[in-house]
């Protein structure tokens, strides 16, 4: 029996092991998991990063599974293949799914005060994280936030809140945590729904995500 070929783009600054919890039956599935490369400058386009994203893509017709800032990736990457399929997880499918306090980041340009410095070097700031959830998170960080290249964290916050799609691609197949802080569910349409799963959700309900992925790939 031929598989299916599933790529998977994790979230902004995030390595692949966020997917390590993943689990999909091998005999249908070959899993594939792309990693982020550092944008040739800050002004490079989101259009041309995505092809330089596709490169590493071998198969025809493949699956794209992106989680939050790559749920945006895949999308701008299947404008440019013809995958079977886009899911997107714990992400937006266009501008207005933003939630009001991004829209203003991104009108104010907050975002560029934004202290890249503290991912680039999070184990210099354990002593900040008071509580046992910070401590938690801040474990987290460290586990699965690798990408701490400044250039790749100011173009991809830049990318995420600037993103232009005004109205969304047909046919994605979007996961969404009802908890999720980053992107709050009252903003967002047409999603599959997660109880209680937040923006980090691959990692504390991958088995729920599992399931839908499986059914979702499977037809």
């Known amino acids: 029996m031929e598989k299916t070929h599933i790529y998977f783009v994790p979230g902004?600054?995030?390595n692949k092991s966020i997917f390590e919890y993943v689990s999909l039956p091998q005999e249908h599935f070959e899993l594939h998991f792309l990693e982020w490369i550092i944008p040739l400058s800050i002004e490079e386009s989101i259009e041309d990063y995505a092809k330089r994203m596709c490169e590493p893509i071998v198969h025809e017709n493949p699956i794209l599974v992106g989680v939050s800032f790559?749920?945006?990736m895949v999308q701008e990457m299947s404008k440019l293949i013809n995958p079977k399929k886009v899911i997107i997880?714990?992400?937006i499918k266009n501008?207005?799914?933003l939630?009001?306090?991004l829209k203003l980041a991104q009108k104010t340009k907050a975002y560029k005060l934004f202290p890249t410095k503290v991912i680039q070097n999070i184990e210099n700031y354990d002593a900040y994280f008071f509580n046992d959830f910070l401590k938690k998170r801040s474990e987290l960080y460290k586990t699965y936030l690798s990408v701490r290249d400044s250039k790749y964290l100011e173009w991809a916050i830049h990318n995420v809140l600037n993103w232009e799609q005004k109205t969304s691609l047909?046919?994605?197949i979007h996961i969404h945590g009802n908890k999720d802080e980053v992107f709050p569910f009252k903003h967002i349409n047409n999603a599959i729904e997660v109880n209680n799963g937040t923006h980090i959700m691959i990692l504390d309900k991958a088995k729920t995500i599992s399931s839908i992925l499986k059914e979702k790939?499977?037809?």
């Open 170 to 172: 047909d046919n994605i």
């Open 95 to 97: 501008r207005d799914e």
């Open 12 to 14: 902004l600054a995030a």
């Open 217 to 219: 790939c499977l037809t």
């Open 70 to 72: 790559g749920g945006i």
């Open 99 to 101: 939630p009001n306090r």
């Open 89 to 91: 997880i714990s992400s």
